[in-house]
Structures are given as structure tokens and as C-alpha cells.
């Protein structure tokens, strides 16, 4: 597939695809606007010590709950009212998933970037809605698909006059309550001309039961494998207190161990950097 996609571009001054590791960060969920404009602040400090491009990342619903009964999130109008005011306040560009096409022109006066979710990666309409509001795109590859299928979701991009585009690699479902990750797919899916992340955090979770749970142990492993196998950006949700976090408390990164697992990033980069350029 000869790609029309932009395989180096800026989301609101960030860089995405180039020298540096992007980093995609935030809760899970917006839980309140203090909480989000607090978090911000502080992974933004990090991700400036580190030299690192920032989007910041936060849910204003989440519409692919376990259980009834999970926190979903303040809603649209909301969710986006808070996502300007850490836009505007903190000074980093930001995103959100995107769960429909009546959704989608809202979520563009504000997002710097639209985020198609995994369970929502083959939704035609939806793909094509948000590329032609001419945003940036990440559309997170789903559990149910081989990393080579991801190019139909790009011919749609591509046909809907999309440019910025990024996929994002979150584990693949062999069997029950287990993810897997193929690390052969951060090549694959680059192949095609677009930038790849990796989602450290739902790479970990153990999907279904009462709870969608996790192992945040082996953040740092997957990690350390998919900056070696080339991804251009790690998405890596946080919070002050992931087990008292109101979604994904078992995979969330607690903030104060953010700075060094990022270090270890970084020097594993220039690492990929120097090896590849021989």
C-alpha cells in the first residue's frame, strides 16, 4: 500500500514520528477537573526534564465498561469542557476517544487529537467522520486484529482525506482474560508509512470478570520491547493513586514512578536510534 500519510507531523507543537519518543499520558478516565488539571501540570514537568513531545490523554466516557455499575466518566459536554481547560490552562495539546459520529464535530472544536477506540477500529463511519474534521488521528488497533488488517483501516483514513494518522498497538486476545503482544506488529504497522505507539497500559489488562483487571509488574517489559522493536510514541496512562482510581486501577502507572520508567525509555531510544542507523 503506497501511503499518503505524513509519517513525521506536529499535533498543536508536539512531534509525533520523529527523534524523540512522543509520550501519550493522563488518566484513564477524567475524574475531575482539578485531578485532571493537576496531573497534567506534572507530567508535563516530567515530559519536559525528558526532552519528550506531550499529548495528554484522558476519557470524557467510557463506553466499553465491564459492569454496569463502573464509573463511565462526566460525559461530552463536560468531559470536553474540562479536556479545553487543561488545553488552555496547562498548555499541552490533548485527546480523547471518540465513540460516535454524532460525537465527533464536538470533540473536534476541542481535541488535538481523535482517538478511534480498539472495540471501534472497523467502525467505516466513524473512521471517516473523524478524518475529515482534518485532525490528527489514532486509531488503536483492535484485540480481534492481525496487525497486517490494520491497512484497510488506513485506505479508509486515507480515501476520507486524512493525513495525520497514527496507530497504536494494545495487545491481541489469544484465550480467556489474557491479552498477548506481538511485537512484529510495531514493524508491520510502520510499514505503511504511519507512526506506531504502543499502549503500555492496556497491554496489561486481564479483560473480563466482574472487573477488567491487570498487571502493572510488567510495564516496564513490554515497554522495553516495543521501544527496542521501533514504536515511535508510548501511551501510558497514570494517576496519584491508580488503586483508588475509578477505571483501569490495575494497570495504571502511579505518577511517582513515571520520571524513571520514562529514563529507562529514553536511553533505550537512542539505543534503537544508533543500531538502526548503521
Known amino acids: ?20 519518543l512522543a509520550l501519550i499520558a493522563g488518566p484513564c478516565v477524567i475524574e475531575s477537573a482539578e485531578m485532571c488539571l493537576n496531573l497534567a501540570q506534572e507530567v508535563k514537568r516530567v515530559a519536559a526534564d525528558l526532552g519528550l513531545p506531550l499529548v495528554f490523554k484522558s ?10 455499575r463502573s464509573f463511565r466518566g462526566p460525559g461530552l459536554e463536560e468531559g470536553l469542557r474540562i479536556l479545553a481547560e487543561v488545553r488552555d490552562k496547562v498548555g499541552v495539546p490533548v485527546l480523547s476517544d471518540v465513540h460516535a459520529v454524532d460525537e465527533v464535530e464536538a470533540a473536534a472544536r476541542v481535541l488535538d487529537v481523535l482517538q478511534v477506540p480498539a472495540f471501534l477500529c472497523r467502525q467505516s463511519e466513524l473512521v471517516e467522520a473523524c478524518a475529515r474534521t482534518g485532525k490528527p488521528v489514532n486509531v488503536k488497533k483492535g484485540q480481534f486484529l492481525a496487525p497486517e488488517d490494520t491497512r484497510h483501516i488506513l485506505d479508509k483514513l486515507s480515501l476520507a482525506g486524512a493525513k495525520r494518522v497514527m496507530l497504536t498497538e494494545r495487545g491481541s486476545c489469544f484465550g480467556y482474560h489474557n491479552l498477548v503482544v506481538d511485537m512484529r506488529g510495531i514493524t508491520t504497522m510502520r510499514g505503511f508509512g504511519v507512526p506506531v505507539a504502543f499502549d503500555v497500559t492496556h497491554s496489561l489488562q486481564t479483560p473480563g470478570g466482574e472487573r477488567t483487571g491487570g498487571d502493572r509488574r510488567f510495564a516496564g517489559t513490554l515497554a522495553r520491547a516495543a521501544v527496542a522493536a521501533g514504536c515511535d510514541a ?25 520520571k524513571r520508567f520514562l529514563e529507562d525509555m529514553v536511553k533505550l531510544r537512542r539505543a534503537y536510534l544508533a543500531c538502526s542507523s548503521r
Open 1 to 20: 500500500m503506497e501511503s499518503t500519510f505524513q509519517r513525521k507531523f506536529s499535533v498543536a507543537g508536539a512531534e509525533v514520528g520523529g527523534e524523540h
Open 59 to 68: 476519557s470524557y466516557v467510557k463506553a466499553n465498561r465491564t459492569s454496569a
Open 234 to 258: 508510548l501511551f501510558v496512562e497514570t494517576h496519584h493513586e491508580p488503586e483508588k482510581a475509578l477505571s483501569d486501577s490495575g494497570t495504571m502507572m502511579p505518577l511517582s514512578e513515571l
